[in-house]
């Protein structure tokens, strides 16, 4: 999306329609025990832990596994939309474990609380940096690991594609240090754990020298878009693009290595964006026609936007607008038609949406739980304002996925479970017999997670 499409929706004499939905409505902030209220970013979960707990030694959080009232649950910012943090047992904060520990050489040993946004700075000031960043950088590193977080680069892997080595805290208060070549199985199914093997403490991550990026972002025809979007992830470092649906548009987003004077980047005007969508849905969504052709209008000619700065800076994006998502990933070879297909759904029978639809490309990899485990694999995800009912993404999105041969973002919103998964990981009963070793009593497993593995 970018500044520069904002800007030409407010330049355009756009007056956002008032008549918005209502907020959704809270759930209590205690329960009947008098626990307080846990929500999740999107609000769209929520819990009563009965305790809540913030350890700041190794030693507190293995206490904490083999003694506190389970669920015992890790949560980090909330990000997730599936139900993995939700408990009436025991929350776990790892805040108060964050920083980076030390460096064996190129290698930065970080402690998996430390939030995405904080990590940036601190490797940049040693000239280094994480070979990628999701679109948001406020999740915990543990946290960002345990669902398969991603950024967007065909030979760039998920988050934890540079995790050689991690210790792990199991319910048993165990401490196991594992990397390739110790406790190699242990590894490889704690890189993408859910959460649900206990608690990582800390992880060793290689990284990359800092270089500057320079950032673009160009609207055009949905189309072309589509026509082109192979090319641009052979040629770019980084590339995406957005769909939006009801304009017949498409943003799209490169970074690329340079070492050309910095250019900061401007101000993000995607919330400004994203009201204007909105405002075009409330005013003609009755007429999808009238509806693209006054986007058209609004937003045709919108000029580039262009950054240079590092990496850090540029690869990640502010959401201050709550949203729900669902997000699969693909086989890459069928990924553009699923999206094509998907385009052409919400715009026959759900005028509601305006949400654009993000399309990523990410290199495989070997974790066992991890989506793009063996194959390339190229990301659709679908989003519904935080007001709206989302109740399509599971009725029509997720059969199209699912068609596609999808495997489900870990915390995205998805119906996947149990044998279906075991359909689509070749690992999963691997990392189930892993599960029911580290944890044989279940003490990391809400509902959730027993329903997702079958339990």
């Known amino acids: 999306m970018g500044a520069g499409l904002g800007a030409a929706a407010v330049g355009g004499g756009y007056a956002v329609a008032t008549h918005d939905k209502p907020e959704p409505p809270s759930p209590p902030t205690t329960d009947a025990k008098g626990h307080l209220l846990w929500r999740n970013w999107s609000g769209v979960q929520h819990a009563y832990p009965a305790a809540r707990v913030a350890p700041k030694t190794e030693a507190e959080v293995a206490s904490v596994l083999k003694t506190a009232l389970a669920p015992i649950r890790p949560v980090g910012a909330g990000h997730s939309f599936t139900a993995l943090a939700p408990t009436d047992g025991t929350l776990v904060s790892l805040d108060a474990l964050s920083g980076i520990i030390a460096w064996e050489g190129d290698e930065a040993i970080v402690a998996a609380g430390t939030r995405l946004g904080a990590l940036g700075p601190a490797l940049a000031a ?44 199991t319910p048993k208060g165990e401490t196991i240090d594992c990397g390739e070549h110790r406790n190699a199985d242990v590894f490889q199914a704690a890189k ?121 800076k540029l690869l990640s994006t502010e959401r201050p607008v709550r949203f729900n998502e669902m997000e699969f990933h693909l086989p890459a070879s069928v990924q553009l038609k699923a999206l094509a297909e998907i385009v052409a ?8 949406v305006f949400f654009p639809i993000e399309c990523r490309r990410i290199a495989p990899d070997d974790a066992w739980l991890s989506p793009f485990q063996g194959e390339p694999r190229g990301s659709i995800a679908v989003h519904a304002h935080y007001k709206d009912e989302f109740a399509f993404l599971y009725t029509l999105i997720e059969p199209i996925f699912r068609r596609y041969g999808g495997r489900p973002h870990w915390g995205k919103l998805h119906s996947v479970s149990g044998d279906q998964l075991a359909g689509l990981y070749p690992r999963w009963n691997d990392f189930l017999k892993v599960r029911a070793k580290l944890d044989p009593d279940g003490r990391m497993l809400n509902p959730y997670l027993k329903g997702l593995f079958g339990v």
């Open 126 to 169: 040693k000239g280094r940096a994480m070979a990628n960043l999701p679109d948001i950088n406020k999740q915990a590193l543990a946290g960002a690991l345990a669902t398969g977080t991603h950024g967007t680069g065909r030979a760039i892997k998920a988050l934890h594609g540079d995790v050689t080595a991690l210790r792990l805290v």
């Open 192 to 312: 993408v754990s859910l959460g649900s093997l206990g608690v990582i403490t800390q992880v060793r991550l290689k990284t990359t020298a800092n270089r500057r990026l320079e950032r673009n972002v160009w609207l055009e025809p949905f189309e072309d878009a589509l026509a082109k979007a192979e090319d641009r992830w052979a040629r770019h470092r980084n590339f995406e693009f957005y769909a939006v649906p009801f304009t017949g548009l498409a943003a799209n987003i490169s970074h690329d290595e340079t070492d050309a004077p910095a250019i900061p980047r401007g101000p993000d005007q995607d919330t400004v964006f994203l009201d204007a969508l909105k405002g075009l849905r409330n005013l003609l969504g009755f007429s999808a026609p009238l509806r693209k052709a006054a986007a058209r209008a609004l937003l045709g000619g919108t000029k580039p936007e262009r950054a240079i700065d590092e990496g850090w």
């Open 345 to 352: 759904t919400i715009e026959k029978a759900r005028p509601d």
